[in-house]
Each structure stands twice: as structure tokens, then as C-alpha cells.
């Protein structure tokens, strides 16, 4: 590697440790407050993700028009001056959905309303349960310290590809890396509240956050693109972001369900 190659990838390094950095804080500051700034925060993100998901299956822009209005009913019903993330709102997702596949013939941007709608909502209702600031950052954090330790554990250790014809920097130690983090993350918390069950099946949704990353590489090569979008620099689009926080909220929100059915 010549010194310009290690420069180069020194300042992008920085430029994701930034902007990395900068998407924490602004997620921290929302989980923090809570209500109205939770709720807005999560529909700016969904609707850039479904503009995100419409790009990338080529929709037409009165498509993916008709894929962001639809998406907002239901998001706008989840706010907390409404209904907010109720059974109605559960609802009112799938009608969207339906809908969307209806009026543009087009199933994949039908799937996108619950790929990106279902997360929506399970993160709203986690951050609405008594409790809820911790337990959202038990489920958020699982995700980035996942993240975290994937990408540098990847980048240091190296080693056999994990799914070489789907992500080709994505590596066995990284994924191993990942879990081992996530898991420790999870029996930090138990002293401070997590239950003992929960922190049990932190590693088991790391491999969902893993596997969901992987899935979206897969939507991104069968797209023919390198990223979702442009949005944040050094990470690629919101979807690319936040790849594996959308299938660990529906499941998250569902074992805390679950354990308080149980309690």
C-alpha cells in the first residue's frame, strides 16, 4: 500500500468515525427526550429510507411518491399526540402497503412499506413502554456495538470472507467479533436493569443485525449499486446505516412484549 493509499484511507476512516460519531449523538439526544423529537427523528429516517428503497428497485418518482405518502399516514397515526404505536398503527401499515402495491403494480415497493414501516413502529413502541429509554438503547445498542466491532475487528483481523459473492469485505472474524461484542454489551446492562433474558438473546440478534446487513448487500448487488444513497458520507444512504436495526426492532419489541406478558 503506497503512502497515498494509507493517507486516503486514513481521512475516510475519519470521515465515518465523524459522521458515525455525529448519528449517535443526534439518536442518543432523540431516545433521550423522547415523544414528539423520537417520533420526528424516526420519520425523517423512514421516509429518506423509503425514498432509499424506491431507487433502488429503478421505481418511477410518481412511484416513489406514492411509497412515501402512504408510508406517512401510518407514521403520522404513531405520533404521540395520536394514536401512537398501537394495533391501529400496525394496521394502518399493511393498508399502506396493499395500497402501494395496487396503485403501482409493483410488490417490491409493497415489501418496502413493511421492511421499513414494521421497524418504525416497533422502535416507537419500545421507546412508549415504562422503561423505555433503557430498553430502546439495549436494542438500538446491540445494533452498533455489532456494527462497531464487526468493521474493526474485520479490518484488523481479517481472514476467511463471510459471504464473498454477496459483501466481499464482510469476514468471519468480523461476524464472530460482532456477536462476542453485542453479548458483552448485553451482560454489561444486566446489573442496571436488563433482564437476564434479554441479555440471553443479545447475541442471537446480533446474528439478526448481521444477517440483516447481509440481506441489504444483497438488494444493493442485485441493484447493481455500491450504496443506498449519498446521504451520509463514508456510510452510504440511511438504509445502509441502519441495515441492521430493521430486523432487530420488530423482534426486540416482540420478546419485550413477550417477557411482559410472562412477568
Not at 396493499?98 to 410488490?107: E, K, L, M
Not at 430498553?135 to 446491540?142: E, F, P, V, Y
Not at 456495538?145 to 474485520?154: E, K, L, R, S, Y
Request: with cysteine; proline share 6%; charged share 10%.
Amino acid at each position: 500500500m503506497t503512502p497515498d493509499d494509507r493517507a486516503r484511507r486514513k481521512a475516510n476512516l475519519n470521515q465515518r468515525l465523524a459522521v458515525g460519531f455525529s448519528l449517535l449523538t443526534v439518536a442518543f439526544c432523540a431516545l433521550w427526550w423522547g415523544g414528539l423529537a423520537f417520533w420526528l427523528v424516526v420519520v425523517i429516517g423512514a421516509l429518506i429510507m423509503m425514498s432509499e428503497w424506491s431507487a433502488m428497485f429503478a421505481a418511477t418518482p410518481r412511484d416513489k411518491r406514492i411509497g412515501q405518502f402512504a408510508l406517512s399516514i401510518p407514521l403520522a397515526i404513531m405520533a404521540p399526540i395520536a394514536s401512537g404505536p398501537s394495533f391501529f398503527a400496525l394496521g394502518l401499515v399493511v393498508g399502506a402497503a396493499f395500497f402501494v402495491g395496487a396503485a403501482s403494480g409493483r410488490r417490491e415497493l409493497a415489501g418496502g412499506i413493511l421492511y421499513i414501516g414494521l421497524p418504525a413502529l416497533s422502535l416507537l413502541l419500545l421507546r412508549s413502554l415504562p422503561g423505555g429509554l433503557f430498553i430502546s438503547l439495549w436494542a438500538m445498542g446491540l445494533v452498533w456495538a455489532c456494527d462497531t466491532a464487526a468493521f474493526f475487528v474485520g479490518r484488523s483481523v481479517g481472514g476467511p470472507r463471510f459471504a464473498p459473492a454477496i459483501s466481499p469485505n464482510k469476514t468471519w472474524s468480523g461476524f464472530v467479533g460482532g456477536v462476542v461484542a453485542a453479548a458483552v454489551m448485553g451482560g454489561v446492562m444486566v446489573p442496571y436493569g436488563l433482564p437476564l433474558w434479554l441479555a440471553v438473546a443479545t447475541p442471537v440478534l446480533a446474528i439478526v443485525s448481521a444477517l440483516g446487513d447481509l440481506y441489504e448487500s444483497w438488494l444493493k448487488r442485485r441493484a447493481g449499486i455500491k450504496d443506498s444513497g449519498t446521504l451520509l458520507p463514508g456510510h452510504g444512504g440511511m438504509l445502509d446505516r441502519l441495515d441492521g436495526i430493521v430486523p432487530v426492532a420488530p423482534i426486540a419489541a416482540l420478546f419485550v412484549l413477550a417477557l411482559g406478558a410472562l412477568q
